[in-house]
């Protein structure tokens, strides 16, 4: 590589701009404000531009990652944005939402000894320097194959693989169950976190590029796979795992208890916050508790911060350390004020006359934290309980698969949680020419590896299509794959 | 975008029928399904089951009646305007086999989604018998309808205006010592529902009930549709509607739709102040 090593690399990551904690948790706007120019060049400056890159083992789809940091490094914002689209679909995104410190960032060279090079803030930075140029280029497509692929699920794996596709010449459609697509980038994913009109774009994009998307269409029911299977020359089912668990303790049905799934679609996807001028309602409560720990136990209490809420409180069963959800939003949890009640676990709650809930009952948990043998199972100390005041209590515990699609096409082999086997290099499920990705494989996980698993779907589609799909036969079924 | 092609005043002033152009729902949708409804890109998604379903037209059937802003918002629209959302068919469908004696019981707007189902059970060959109730006569609604596709009809009125007077659950407990049912389905109101299913558990009949909590997506997606069945929480988009009145938990279903009432006044009150003179309870 051409570009100059630093004389002496600064320790610390280049500060990204934002908004100060006092001000942003009263409102929706977008936390961090990105990178100027010159600030990404500069943390440019920092990347060693390693002939062995580690980074980019730890990106589940293989960014070029010291290309792109170059071209910033140079100023040479296009050449960066087009390296980053040659892995990645959906930089603005990524670069906001993907946990970094588990992957890209935790593989840097430089984190060793300092901070590692911040390759999300620049990923975002040459992202949103894209967006700034004004209209978007509509990637050119090869011409027609005339093959037709269906994709089940709007979401970021089913997004890319419909992006690929259509690239290669095929002609797509994308059904969705709910009014608009994107998935949990829409419903889930907070304003102030991934701000909607960025995922719009790429809907958009989509369209332009010929793809259709058919809203309202939940598979299952008003279609069903047998029929996609004779209407189209292969399918892809990227549903995502959106149903909601719950904690079977006393209480948990009364009044202002939700799902972290119900309350942030009521807020992203309904708009509650805009109550009464947009019709959904949402109850916006003065005590606020949170169960959970992950990214969407997180957004729960950020969200019902900049509601207005007086008091959040987050229960979590482990210690602060191994909170799973992205470093970053922990970071800002704590700045914005959320009270953490660690090792503690919820068992029960509370409610009064009027059948709304007025507490949550929860135990301190022994052996919360990690040792060196691995993750210790919690338990509860006796005689420890003590009660949260709450008038909304939001249950973030996890999600399992949907089992609508499941039940409708009883070929399709299945976990015993109903999640769909399906070949991790291919998508390749039990029924010829139906490719499944995302979280419907492999449970709740990340925007990118659904992604990587739309793109590996696309490539193993295009090779079907092209090569062996004399339409589905039901006899030509293979047998179950095995998952790995 | 879903065309509506129909509309009639079915009980004034408040409960309309609409048919509405839905080429796929049609075709695959069954009795005791429902779709959810978005009428406007501000609007809140609303479940209406299926009160009619005509595949070689290409049509679904909903009866709306107006009890808050968006039910009213609909009841106003108009043939030739368009519903921005119209997804479904949602549920499962009810299972429909030949069951010898099946009594329907309907109250409200109840009777309109038993209409389909009465038709399938007549067409299986069960006798087919259902019992409707209302406050007076003027409120009753599907009689006509049913009486095209049942056995018998048996009306109960609270003022005795038609039929017999006194609850459903009087002229069903008549119905049922005169001669025992294999199969009782009710759908209305959940104190009507409750107190079908209080009626049949010491006869011992299978008794199926229609349940309708708030929901949201209406795929399974949210949770905010819960209801507790023989201990166990279910889904009721997904899971039902339609699950054994003797396992109902009434309380916390009766609980739970009372949820949003403040909210759903206040969004009422502003929209009535928008739209004077457009008539509801
Ligand atoms: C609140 C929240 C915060 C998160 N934060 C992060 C984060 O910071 N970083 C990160 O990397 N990951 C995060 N995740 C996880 C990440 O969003 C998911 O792993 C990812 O979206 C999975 O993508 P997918 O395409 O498989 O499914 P989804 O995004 O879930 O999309 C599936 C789509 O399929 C549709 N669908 C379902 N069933 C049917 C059907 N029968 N017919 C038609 N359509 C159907 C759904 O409506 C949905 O639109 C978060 C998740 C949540 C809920
Ligand atoms: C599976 C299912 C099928 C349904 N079928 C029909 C139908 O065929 N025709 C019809 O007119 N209505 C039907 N409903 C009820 C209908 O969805 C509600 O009346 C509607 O959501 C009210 O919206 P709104 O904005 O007009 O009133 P809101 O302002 O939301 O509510 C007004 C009043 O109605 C009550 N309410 C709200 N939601 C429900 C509900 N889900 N069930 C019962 N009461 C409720 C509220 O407590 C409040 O008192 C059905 C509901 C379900 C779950
Ligand atoms: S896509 Fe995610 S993991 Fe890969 S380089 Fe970008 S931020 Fe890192
Ligand atoms: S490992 Fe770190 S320093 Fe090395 S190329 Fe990647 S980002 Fe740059
Ligand atoms: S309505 Fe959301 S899960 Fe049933």
Redesign the pocket.
């Given at each position: 590589m051409e570009t100059p090593k630093p004389q002496k690399i600064s320790p610390k990551k280049t500060p990204i701009p934002e908004q100060p904690p006092q001000e942003r948790r009263r409102n929706f706007g977008e936390v961090a404000l990105g990178y100027s120019e010159e600030q990404a060049a500069q943390e440019a400056g920092r990347c060693l531009q390693c002939k062995k890159p580690l980074c980019v083992t730890g990106c589940p789809v293989g960014v070029p990652i010291p290309r792109f940091i170059s071209a910033v490094r140079q100023k040479d914002f296009k050449r960066a944005i087009e390296t980053i689209k040659e892995a990645n679909l959906l930089p603005a995104v990524c670069g906001r939402v993907c946990p970094q410190e588990n992957q890209c960032e935790k593989f840097c060279t430089l984190a060793k000894k300092f901070d590692p090079v911040a390759i999300g803030r620049l990923e975002r930075f040459v992202a949103d320097w894209d967006r700034s140029q004004g209209s978007v280029q509509v990637p050119e497509t090869a011409a027609s194959t005339g093959k037709r692929v269906a994709i089940v699920g709007s979401g970021p794996s089913g997004l890319t693989c419909a992006y690929d596709l259509a690239k290669l010449g095929h002609n797509v459609t994308i059904y969705e169950a709910l009014h608009e697509a994107g998935g949990v980038l829409v419903y889930g994913i907070p304003e102030f976190r991934l701000p909607k009109a960025i995922v719009a774009r790429e809907i958009e994009l989509l369209k332009r590029m010929g793809v259709t998307i058919v809203t309202n269409a939940v598979i299952g029911k008003l279609i069903t796979i047998e029929e996609i299977r004779q209407q189209f020359d292969a399918c892809y089912i990227a549903t995502g795992a959106g149903l909601p668990r719950f904690m079977n303790i006393p209480g948990e049905n009364l009044n202002g208890v939700y799902s972290a799934n119900e309350f942030l679609t009521r807020i992203n996807l309904m708009r509650a916050y805009q109550f009464p001028e947009y019709?959904t309602p949402v109850k916006q409560g003065s005590h606020i508790v949170v169960v959970g720990g992950g990214n969407v136990a997180m957004d729960s209490a950020r969200t019902a911060l900049r509601l207005g809420a007086e008091e959040v409180s987050l229960v979590y069963r482990r210690s602060l350390a191994e909170l799973p959800a992205r470093k970053e939003e922990v970071h800002h949890a704590l700045e914005e004020g959320i009270n953490m009640e660690l090792c503690s676990n919820p068992v029960r709650i509370l409610g009064g006359d009027n059948g709304h809930v007025t507490a949550v009952e929860c135990v301190r948990m022994d052996l919360c934290e990690l040792d060196d043998s691995g993750r210790k199972k919690p338990k509860p100390i006796e005689g420890s309980e003590f009660q949260v005041k709450a008038d909304v209590v939001i249950i973030a515990v996890g999600t399992g698969a949907n089992p609508l699609i499941a039940q409708s096409e009883r070929n399709l082999t299945v976990t015993k949680h109903k999640y769909i086997v399906a070949d991790e290099e291919t998508g390749k499920t039990s029924l010829r020419g139906v490719y499944a990705g995302g979280d419907i494989v492999t449970g709740s996980a990340t925007v990118i590896s659904a992604m990587g698993a739309g793109r590996k779907a696309a490539a193993a589609i295009h090779e079907f299509v092209l090569h062996d799909s004399q339409l589905p036969a039901k006899s030509a079924d293979e047998p179950p794959a095995r998952k790995k | 975008m879903a065309l509506i092609k129909e509309k009639r005043l079915l009980r004034a002033p408040d409960?309309f029928y609409f048919r509405i152009e839905a080429p796929l729902i049609s075709k695959k949708a069954r009795p005791g399904q429902?779709v959810i409804v978005r009428l406007h890109d501000k609007g809140?998604r609303?479940?209406?089951?299926?009160?009619d379903i005509d595949a070689d037209g290409g049509t679904i059937s909903?009866?709306?009646?107006?009890?808050?802003?968006?039910?009213?918002?609909?009841t106003a629209m108009q043939p030739g305007q368009d519903v921005l959302d119209l997804c479904g068919p949602?549920?499962n469908p009810t299972e429909i086999e030949k069951a010898g004696k099946v009594v329907l019981v309907g109250g409200g707007?109840?009777t309109?989604?038993l209409y389909p189902i009465a038709k399938a059970f007549k067409n299986a060959g069960s006798e087919v018998v259902t019992v409707m109730g209302a406050r007076s006569k003027d409120l009753l609604i599907y009689e006509k309808e049913m009486l095209s596709v049942c056995d018998r009809v048996l009306v109960a009125t609270d003022d005795g205006s038609k039929g017999i007077k006194g609850l459903v659950t009087n002229a069903l407990k008549a119905e049922l010592e005169q001669a025992p049912a294999d199969l009782v389905i009710a759908i209305g109101?959940?104190v009507m529902m409750r107190a079908v299913a209080e009626t049949t558990r010491p006869l011992g009949t299978k008794t199926v009930v229609?349940?309708?909590?708030?929901?949201v997506d209406g795929t399974g997606m949210c949770g905010g549709?819960r209801v507790t069945v023989g201990g166990e929480t279910r889904f009721?988009?997904t899971d039902?509607?339609e699950f054994d009145g003797h396992l109902v938990d009434w309380d916390v279903l009766m609980n739970r739709?009372?949820?949003?009432?403040p909210?759903?006044?206040h969004?009422?009150e502003q929209w009535k102040t928008k739209h004077a003179g457009v008539v509801c309870e």
């Open positions: 019709d | 409960v429902f809140e609303i479940p209406l089951s299926l009160a909903l009866i709306v009646m107006a009890v808050g802003k968006t039910t009213a918002e609909f949602l549920g707007f109840g309109a989604p109101p959940v229609s349940l309708n909590p708030i929901m549709c009721a988009c039902g509607p739709q009372r949820k949003y009432i909210e759903q006044k969004s009422f």
